[in-house]
């Protein structure tokens, strides 16, 4: 008799098994990452029901970025503080949601690591019931003890030693990487666990598609448009692609994860008070370009690595490309020969 369920791996036992490769992990890092679980899996109870309750619509606040705050928003950076706040694994937190650094509260015992999130990417997008997701990444602290300081959270991507990001779409699936690869679980809502679907995730060789917002194309540089042309078979380009853009920066992501390209927010003119493009490096760009770089991708600013960065706020935002490293190497070549 075949031993039911023995192909089935949740998260739990997963993780388990990668830290064994890590023979001095302490399995702290292990538990934060159960929590990160355990915080999707009720944001995705809430946001697949978004239609139903009348969470839909708008808390009439404004968050950091003066954005109206959806209240599935607030639902998820609540949920993601209140099960990491208590637990002594986080030095110091960071979200979208919050202008300052996150402090643990005196009373809870303080950790090791730092954790930078965005509690609901894409969440302009949930009245029209697209995907919308959760980026995280992790760090370890910097300083050596007492409360975790803003300078353990301007930490480099390179610096980053887990990362990763929930989809709340048609199903909802968390894919992360601790530094032995990326790994796709996929929640099963009549169990409530998370069972892996889709191990050792590489970027396909042949890359289908290319990802960026072409409404803005009159916003943006020379070298940009004609990288965009070349992507399209001109500019002596040796292949086409389809454009594919949702609009969702975790689902376009995920996307060119499973079927390669590249994803793109370039600089653009639009907006004389970003002009470096709307990602936010911190929380957004640099955990996907860990993701990417661990299937074997690359991510850059388009001048240069994303994770060479050294974050000067919170906040900051950088232009962003990501996916087959060749397509985005071929970016940066279009930026470096035109756009002086
Ligand atoms: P645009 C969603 O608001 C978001 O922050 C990302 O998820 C997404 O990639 C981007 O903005 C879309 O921005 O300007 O194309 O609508």
Redesign the pocket.
Known sequence: MTNAGSSMITIERHIFLEQAAFPDASGTLTQLLYDIALAGKLIASRTTRAGLADILGATGDENVQGEEVQKLDLYAHRTIFQLTDHTGRLAVMASEEEKDIIAIPSKYPMGKYVLVFDPL????NIDFNVSVGTIFAIYERKTESGPGTLRDVLQKGSDIVAAGYLVYGSSTMLVYAAGNGVNGFTLDPSVGEFLLSHPHIRLPERPKYYSV?QGYEKYWTEGIKRYTRWLQGEEGATQSLSLRYI????A?VHRTLLGGGVFY?PADSKDPKKPNG??RLLY?ANPMAFVIEEAGGYASTGRGAVRDVDPEDLHERTPLFLGSTELVRKAEEFIGQYDS
């Open positions: 990417d894409g969440s302009s917002n609009g969702s920066m975790v376009d927010y709307k990602l957004e």
